[in-house]
C-alpha cells in the first residue's frame, strides 16, 4: 500500500495546501526527505506570494498536481547540511526560487541555464525523480540540493528579498541578456504590479531611461516618485502613445492579461525589442506587420539559472534593491488570493512563516 504524503518521507512538515481546482489553501500535514549529503535543510521564514501561486492552485495552466502546497520565493535559516555540502553552514540565510532540481547534466545545465532544462523539477507541483510530489514554501521546513539554494546577503531584509527569487530573476535575467541594461538607453516597462515595479528598480540601478507603460492613471505619481521612473505613458492614450512612438530600444512586458501588442511594437526604436515575461493564461495575436516594419525583435524570457539569480541576489543588496511587500499571516492567504485576483496589493505579499504557521 503506497505511503501517505505525511508518512512518506522521515522528516514531519507542516503548510498550507490546495487540495483540488476550487484553490482553497488549507492546513497540511506532510513529510519532506531527510537531509542528504548534498542537501540544505532550513527553517522557512519568509514566502513570497507570486501571481502564478493563484494560476496553479487553480490549475489554470492544466498540469498542476494535489495536494499542492505553493510558494517558491522561499528564505529562511540553515538548520542542517549533508557532509558533502560546501556552499553553507548552520545559521546561514538562504532562499530557494522557482526550481529544485534539474539533470546536471545536458547542454542548458552546463551553461548554468537550469531553468531551460528539459529535466526541470519545479518547486512546487513537480516530481523528484523517486516520483515523489514537490511541496513549497507555504511550510515549515525546506529540504534542497545546495545547488538550488541561494546565499541572502548579510544586513539585505529577508522579508522584502523573498520576493527576488521569482519576480526579481524574472526581471533581471531579460534585461541582462536582450542587453538592456546599458546606461543612457530607453526601457519601457510595461505593468507596474509584483514584476512590473522589481523591474523598474532594477533597470534604474542600472542607469537606464525608464517609461513605465500602463492601463491605470492613477499609478502614475506611485511610478515617478516613489520608484524613480523617468516617464510615465497610459497605454489606452492614442495621443501619448503616438508620441512616443519609435523612442524606446526595449521593452519588457510583465502583463500577465490578454493585451494587444501592435501599439507596444509600434514604441520600440527599429531593431528594438519586446520582451515578454508575463504568461498570458491565452495566446496573444502576433501583429507580424508591426515587426517587420524596423527588424524589431519580439522574445521570451522565464526566471533564471542558478549563477544568475545569485548574481542579481548580490546586485540587488548592493544597490539596495527590494520589492514593495505587505507581511501577512498565513491563515490570511486565501483572502490574500483573492485580493490577488483584483490587483488590491502594492505590490506582493509575503507570509510571516515562522511566527504565524502553527501545526
Request: net charge neutral.
Amino acid at each position: 500500500m503506497a505511503k501517505s504524503h505525511e508518512t512518506e518521507h522521515p522528516l514531519k512538515a507542516f503548510g498550507w495546501a490546495a487540495k483540488d481546482s476550487s484553490g482553497v489553501l488549507a492546513p497540511f500535514h506532510f513529510s519532506r526527505r531527510a537531509t542528504g549529503d548534498d542537501d540544505v535543510q532550513f527553517k522557512v521564514l519568509y514566502c513570497g506570494i507570486c501571481h502564478s501561486d493563484l494560476h496553479f492552485i487553480k490549475n489554470e495552466w492544466g498540469f498542476s498536481q494535489y495536494p499542492l502546497v505553493p510558494g517558491h520565493e522561499i528564505v529562511g535559516e540553515v538548520t542542517e547540511v549533508g557532509k558533502k555540502v560546501e556552499k553553507f553552514k548552520v545559521g546561514d540565510k538562504v532562499g530557494v526560487g522557482c526550481m529544485v532540481g534539474s539533470c546536471r547534466s545536458c547542454e542548458r545545465c552546463d551553461e548554468h541555464l537550469e531553468n531551460y532544462c528539459a529535466k526541470i523539477i519545479p518547486t512546487y507541483s513537480g516530481n523528484y525523480s523517486d516520483g515523489s510530489l514537490t511541496f513549497g514554501g507555504y511550510s515549515d521546513i525546506m529540504v534542497a540540493n545546495e545547488h538550488f539554494v541561494v546565499r541572502i546577503p548579510e544586513k539585505m531584509p529577508l522579508d522584502s528579498a523573498a520576493p527576488l527569487l521569482c519576480a526579481g530573476i524574472t526581471t533581471y535575467s531579460p534585461l541582462r541578456y536582450f542587453g538592456l541594461d546599458k546606461p543612457g538607453m530607453h526601457i519601457g516597462i510595461v505593468g507596474l504590479g509584483g514584476l512590473g515595479h522589481v523591474a523598474v528598480k532594477f533597470a534604474k540601478a542600472f542607469g537606464v531611461k525608464v517609461t513605465v507603460i500602463s492601463t491605470s492613471p492613477s499609478k502614475k505619481e506611485e511610478a515617478l516618485t516613489h520608484l524613480g521612473a523617468d516617464s510615465f505613458l497610459i497605454s489606452k492614450d492614442e495621443a501619448q502613445m503616438q508620441a512616443a512612438m519609435g523612442t524606446m530600444d526595449g521593452i519588457l512586458d510583465t502583463v500577465s492579461a490578454i493585451h494587444p501588442l501592435a501599439p507596444l511594437l509600434g514604441l520600440l526604436k527599429h531593431h528594438g525589442k519586446l520582451i515578454m515575461v508575463g504568461a498570458p493564461d491565452r495566446p496573444l495575436e502576433l501583429p507580424v506587420f508591426s515587426l517587420m516594419s524596423g527588424r524589431k525583435m519580439m522574445a521570451g524570457s522565464g526566471i533564471g539559472g542558478m549563477k544568475e539569480t545569485q548574481e542579481m541576489i548580490d546586485f540587488a543588496a548592493k544597490h539596495n534593491i527590494k520589492a514593495d511587500i505587505e507581511v501577512i499571516p498565513i491563515d490570511y492567504v486565501n483572502t490574500a488570493m483573492e485580493r490577488l485576483i483584483k490587483n488590491d496589493i502594492k505590490y506582493r505579499f509575503v507570509i510571516d512563516v515562522a511566527n504565524s504557521i502553527k501545526h
